[in-house]
């Protein structure tokens, strides 16, 4: 149709900078995710959100979101198990790109870790340089 996919059935994405969270689900668990859109016509609860999110210059669209991961759990109200934003809610919660990075560079040295114990057990007399 013209007026493409409904609302519900689109892929939903954290606009957040480096917060890989879609769908409904965190990208780091399975914890449940709920994603909101921006409040585009409140300019000043907007700015604050633009300025936590270290996006100042930045102008979303109708369609981009933020997920629940971005707020404290005061910011909602749930009724009937569904989760909803209160008007006066702010994004907080945001990890910073350098902690992303390291976050990264640790996983990558675990798993570096791991091969090389792997390694060293399959190979105990090889000399250390080699594995």
Same mark, same amino acid.
């Given at each position: 149709?013209?007026?493409?996919?409904?609302?519900?059935?689109?892929?939903?994405?954290?606009?957040?900078?480096?917060?890989?969270?879609?769908?409904?689900?965190?990208?780091?668990?399975?914890?449940?995710?709920?994603?909101?859109?921006?409040?585009?016509?409140?300019?000043?609860?907007?700015?604050?959100?633009?300025?936590?999110?270290? /996006?100042?210059?930045?102008?979303?669209? =109708? @369609?981009?979101?933020?997920?629940?991961?971005?707020?404290? #759990? !005061?910011?909602?109200?749930? /009724?009937?198990?569904?989760?909803?934003? =209160? @008007?006066?809610?702010?994004?907080?919660?945001?990890?910073? #790109? !350098?902690?992303?990075?390291?976050?990264?560079?640790?996983?990558?040295?675990?798993?570096?870790?791991?091969?090389?114990?792997?390694?060293?057990?399959?190979?105990?007399?090889?000399?250390?340089?080699?594995?």
């Amino acid at each position: 149709s013209a007026l493409g996919p409904p609302r519900s059935a689109m892929p939903r994405y954290c606009a957040a900078s480096c917060c890989k969270n879609r769908g409904g689900q965190s990208s780091r668990d399975q914890r449940k995710l709920s994603f909101y859109p921006f409040p585009l016509h409140d300019k000043e609860r907007l700015e604050k959100w633009l300025r936590n999110m270290k /996006r100042d210059a930045w102008t979303p669209s =109708k @369609h981009q979101l933020l997920c629940s991961d971005h707020f404290t #759990p !005061d910011s909602l109200d749930v /009724r009937w198990g569904i989760r909803y934003l =209160k @008007h006066t809610a702010v994004p907080t919660i945001f990890s910073s #790109p !350098d902690e992303e990075v390291m976050y990264s560079c640790l996983l990558y040295c675990r798993k570096l870790l791991v091969a090389y114990k792997y390694c060293a057990a399959q190979a105990p007399n090889l000399p250390s340089k080699l594995c």
